[in-house]
């Protein structure tokens, strides 16, 4: 069974910094990978996909990398502003289901 | 506008009042499927659908049941609510041609059982 493992759980970064948040995944026969944004109580926001023969997908300032045979993706966010707080979701998508992580829980402060 | 819906967005009944969510989609998709959301606990499957009149069990369908009879709706039916399905429910929807594509997610239904 798919298990998805996002570190770190929580980050609080100042302003401007760059930053990377992981998802590791423990059975690499997957479709694709979505990243989501999930405010306060609030739905999921799709940001990046990647097709499993895909290695990033770029939109704006924020980045995502897929290694499938080493079972990681990495999800980067270039120059973070306040608005970037949520948390970010990582989900591996197989045939007939989406398994996702726990989340990062990212603060960026003014 | 491509959207997927849910209804009502929120919900507050009591212990084995039979309810229904509704969700409807506008794009032709060929899957469609729910999730819950717990603290601590994530997104879980609770149910999926790969098209009309076909539909199988994700890996928390206690309580549940589900129907497709129609491309466009997946109503999401709990028979007798009990406390522990207070949760946030999500449905999706996504295409299958040449394979699994992006899911795309309702906002969401605040569903409370007292």
């Known amino acids: 069974k798919q298990e998805v493992t996002q570190i770190p759980a929580a980050l609080s970064v100042p302003e401007g910094e760059n930053l990377v948040l992981n998802c590791s995944f423990t059975d690499s026969a997957i479709y694709n990978l979505q990243w989501f944004r999930q405010d306060p109580g609030k739905g999921l926001t799709s940001l990046l996909l990647?097709?499993?023969?895909?290695r990033e997908q770029t939109s704006g300032r924020l980045n995502a990398s897929l290694d499938k045979s080493s079972g990681r993706s990495t999800l980067y966010i270039a120059a973070s502003q306040p608005g970037d707080s949520a948390t970010y979701l990582c989900a591996v998508g197989g045939y007939s289901t989406l398994t996702f992580g726990k989340g990062t829980m990212l603060l960026v402060s003014p | 506008e491509a959207q997927v819906t849910q209804n009502p967005r929120y919900l507050i009944t009591v212990t084995g009042k039979k309810l229904t969510v509704t969700c409807s989609q506008n794009m032709n998709h060929e899957y469609m499927s729910w999730y819950r959301q717990d603290p601590g606990l994530g997104l879980r499957q609770i149910y999926y659908?790969?098209?009309?009149?076909?539909?199988d069990k994700g890996d928390v369908p206690e309580g549940y049941k589900v129907s497709r009879k129609e491309k466009r709706n997946f109503p999401l039916i709990l028979e007798s609510p009990s406390p522990n399905q207070t949760s946030l429910y999500f449905c999706?929807?996504?295409?299958?041609?040449?394979?699994?594509?992006?899911?795309?997610f309702g906002p969401g239904t605040r569903l409370t059982v007292t």
């Open positions: 990647i097709q499993s023969s895909q």
């Open positions: 659908s790969m098209n009309v009149e076909v539909t």
């Open positions: 999706a929807s996504s295409s299958l041609a040449g394979g699994p594509h992006e899911q795309y």
